[in-house]
């Protein structure tokens, strides 16, 4: 099974993006499933309904999130419908919506990591207990890891190295060198990196930015304008065994 994961959409510049090359993309690769972080996809801060769903039409099969996932408070009620959107799953328990989702054979998992982000349930723990509880679970999974230091994300990479077809990390915005297989069959990268303005700081204007650093004040973030880039990983696994055969990067630059 091939299955293609995009980094972090940043607002209109990274859906139109989405919308010009991904049907390319899975023309050219024949992926069976696609999975992309959209919680920067509404004005590049949060999710909305019709940005979802301009995702799942222009061919995304699930959508994972991380830390602002809350941003917009419209997309609530979604997260516990049958949307196939995700919030991290180590979240405290009753929090609105899950971490998981079955698609086509392949159970993708969000998590979110506690160095430097925020406080939040251990993921370490919550995914070694998903694993124990679900019963008959699929030979395909996919941890989508939304998490800020780099060593968090390689320690997850290795806890769950053949427990997991798959651990892809997002939220910085800057794609990592390591895409590799795991000694025990897991594909693994830091960070996939971002669809959306090459010219910016991770998604957002450049001048906005400065400004920011510059005064220690804070101020209102814009989206960058400009060329854009799709970021994604493309990894093979065995549908018998789960263990990912290989795993490259797809970069792709579109208007």
């Not at 972080?37 to 995304?60: I, P, R, W, Y």
């Not at 723990?125 to 780099?150: C, G, N, Q, W, Y």
């Not at 018998?240 to 797809?250: D, K, L, P, W």
Request: net charge neutral; hydrophobic share 40%.
């Amino acid at each position: 099974m091939k299955i293609l994961a995009i980094g972090d959409i940043i607002g209109n510049p990274g859906r139109q993006t989405i919308q010009r090359l991904l049907p390319q993309i899975r023309q050219d690769y024949l992926r069976d499933m696609v999975m992309a972080d959209g919680e920067n996809v509404a004005g590049g801060f949060g999710l909305t309904s019709n940005t979802a769903k301009e995702l799942f039409n222009a061919g995304v099969d699930v959508l994972t999130s991380g830390n602002h996932i809350w941003a917009q408070k419209e997309i609530l009620p979604y997260l516990d419908s049958d949307m196939p959107i995700l919030r991290p799953l180590n979240y405290p328990p009753g929090v609105i919506g899950r971490g998981y989702v079955l698609h086509k054979k392949v159970l993708v998992v969000n998590l979110i990591g506690r160095t430097f982000i925020g406080n939040f349930d251990c993921p370490f723990r919550a995914m070694d207990k998903l694993l124990s509880e679900l019963k008959d679970r699929p030979k395909i999974i996919v941890v989508d890891f939304h998490a800020e230091a780099t060593s968090e994300k390689v320690a997850m990479g290795y806890y769950l190295d053949g427990r997991v077809s798959a651990v892809v990390g997002t939220h910085i915005h800057i794609g990592t060198i390591d895409a590799s297989i795991l000694s025990n069959g897991t594909a693994y990268v830091t960070d996939i990196g971002m669809t959306g303005p090459i010219h910016s700081v991770i998604g957002d204007d450049i001048e906005d930015v400065l400004k920011r650093f510059l005064t220690g004040i804070p101020n209102r973030l814009s989206v960058a304008k400009g060329r854009c880039s799709l970021n994604a990983v493309l990894f093979n696994v065995d549908e018998t065994s789960g263990r990912a055969g290989s795993i490259q990067r797809i970069c792709r630059e579109g208007e």
